[in-house]
């Protein structure tokens, strides 16, 4: 299993350049995200990834060969959600890196530092996009559901921002009660929070995803 995630990363080379570019592009050019410009550039990192990874296995037609070797169905699925998390890391180390070497250069551009908040902001950001976009790929395959992963992109993309800003100003009783509970927590409960509502999101896709990809003919 370990072996697709590494054939995933070794045979996206060109997408790891353009990604890392996008990370680039992201902090010069999105600068009124702020304190967000990490969780929003690791999202649109993660999503190029694993959509070319997906892209590669329908071009190259990997899931006839992979399902003529002697490997369960359940095993291909797992791989594809475990590369999330090994792009989210390399997506970090990089944008790190980036945001270092430009405060260093004094190129007058803002930067922000990468916090456990938002390392954690950005894994829920990610698994809840993937699983909702996973089950879609693995029922129709990744041409036929590339226009709704589309749309379910772009509306989380630019849809958190709007979702943020309609909890920082409360008009309803129930929103304005969410936000005291959520007040009065720590950062490590809501940390915590946030991550079992992500593995949740993420084993409920898996197993309909591994229902959905076992019920496929190639």
Do not use: C, H, W
Request: hydrophobic share 55%; charged share 10%.
């Amino acid at each position: 299993m370990l072996s697709l995630v590494i054939k995933d990363i070794l045979v996206q080379k060109k997408t790891f350049v353009g990604a890392l570019f996008y990370l680039v592009f992201f902090v010069f050019v999105f600068q009124s995200l702020e304190g967000n410009m990490y969780t929003a550039a690791i999202v649109a990192f993660a999503y190029l990834l694993v959509m070319g990874g997906f892209a590669y296995d329908d071009k190259s037609k990997s899931d006839i060969m992979l399902n003529s070797l002697p490997i369960k169905r359940e095993n291909v699925v797992m791989a594809k959600y475990i590369s999330i998390f090994a792009y989210i890391a390399i997506g970090t180390i990089a944008y790190i890196v980036i945001t270092f070497g430009i405060s260093t250069l004094n190129m007058y551009v803002k930067t922000y530092p990468v916090t456990l908040e938002l390392i954690v902001g950005a894994v829920f950001a990610v698994s809840l996009l993937n699983s909702i976009s996973f089950p879609l790929i693995f029922k129709l395959g990744y041409t036929k559901a590339r226009v709704l992963n589309m749309i379910l992109f772009i509306s989380i993309f630019f849809g958190a921002p709007l979702l943020v800003n309609f909890f920082s100003k409360p008009n309803s009783e129930f929103i304005t009660a969410v936000v005291n509970f959520l007040k009065n927590q720590s950062d490590v409960a809501i940390a915590s929070g946030l991550l079992a509502l992500s593995f949740l999101f993420l084993l409920i896709s898996y197993m309909i995803s591994v229902k959905l990809y076992k019920g496929r003919d190639f």
